[in-house]
């Protein structure tokens, strides 16, 4: 159930999801799925040839895990824009914390919605990727 | 360097198809949990799904115009991606026709100097029974002065 109207002032959270420590098989099952098979993020030596100590983790998956946080939060049907930017490599073995706030509520020609920005922060406090969102709010 | 001639550059239409099956290897993928993405024969698609554009494009020759922007595959790196939805997010079941066009090419000057080049390509999908836009991705893309360093 997505929350409500009501519940959604400015500055209004959801419980914080924590992932991890994050595996080889995380960033592969993500490449799997997304098709994105670039070698730096699951082949050791290729990794290490473009000068990273470990495999490199896939931006799109940590993007990917704030998403379904976000609809988890809001409602699957009601997204409109989700924009993310990323800011920290992540790595094997980091765990990640996805929080948000509402940045901002408005009823336009009936139609309610609420912008929301989303954290992704590593175990080190360093901002793996930041994230805005829109959605509707039936 | 990248090639400014890129931009307005268009690839070849192609469709693609959002199916259940794939919703849910792509929820479970992100680790989503929600029984939205997993029930019913029509589940919505998560926001960034559209990432599967992969599957699609390599089998229609042409439709990625990113090439011709020519970033340094060792110094260019994934920065932004957007994801901006006209109504609900296309359900398991519809077909969308998708087209990728190269939208800008600029420069800027790095925090730790140098200077940065970002190139955006947007691909629109329309429900291909209808012709409506129901979704377009942002991509935007930079070359950086060297690698990331690890942290």
């Not at chain 2, 959002?18 to 997993?38: H, Q």
């Not at chain 2, 970033?71 to 006209?86: K, S």
């Not at chain 2, 090419?105 to 940065?116: D, I, M, Y």
């Amino acid at each position: 159930m997505s929350a409500r109207w009501d519940e959604l002032n400015e500055g209004a959270t959801a419980p914080a999801k924590t992932v991890g420590p994050l595996t080889r098989t995380d960033f592969v099952r993500y490449q799997g799925a997304s098709g994105d098979m670039n070698p730096v993020h699951h082949d050791e030596p290729f990794a290490r040839g473009a000068g990273y100590e470990a495999p490199l983790g896939v931006g799109m998956f940590h993007a990917g895990v704030m998403a379904t946080w976000a609809t988890d939060w809001l409602g699957p049907e009601n997204v409109r824009a989700f924009k993310v930017r990323w800011k920290e490599p992540v790595w094997p073995g980091d765990v990640l914390t996805i929080t948000g706030r509402v940045t901002r509520r408005a009823e336009r020609d009936g139609q309610r919605a609420v912008d929301v920005e989303i954290a992704c922060t590593k175990q080190t406090g360093g901002v793996a990727a930041q994230a805005t969102a829109t959605f509707v709010v039936p | 360097m990248a090639d400014e001639r890129s931009v307005g550059a268009e690839g070849a239409p192609f469709e693609m198809d959002v199916e259940r099956g794939k919703i849910r290897e792509f929820a479970r993928a992100t680790l989503s949990d929600n029984p939205a993405y997993m029930a019913g024969e029509h589940p919505p698609c998560p926001p960034t799904f559209l990432t599967t554009t992969f599957f699609w494009e390599e089998r229609a020759p042409g439709s990625n115009p990113w090439h011709l922007v020519k970033l340094d595959p060792q110094r260019g790196m994934h920065a932004e991606q957007e994801y901006v939805f006209h109504g609900p997010p296309p359900r398991a079941g519809t077909r969308l026709s998708c087209r990728s066009r190269i939208e800008r090419v600029f420069h800027k000057e790095g925090r730790r100097g140098g200077k940065l080049t970002f190139a955006v390509m947007v691909t629109e999908f329309r429900d291909a029974a209808t012709g409506t836009l129901v979704a377009e991705a942002r991509m935007t893309g930079v070359e950086t002065e060297k690698p990331p360093e690890a942290t």
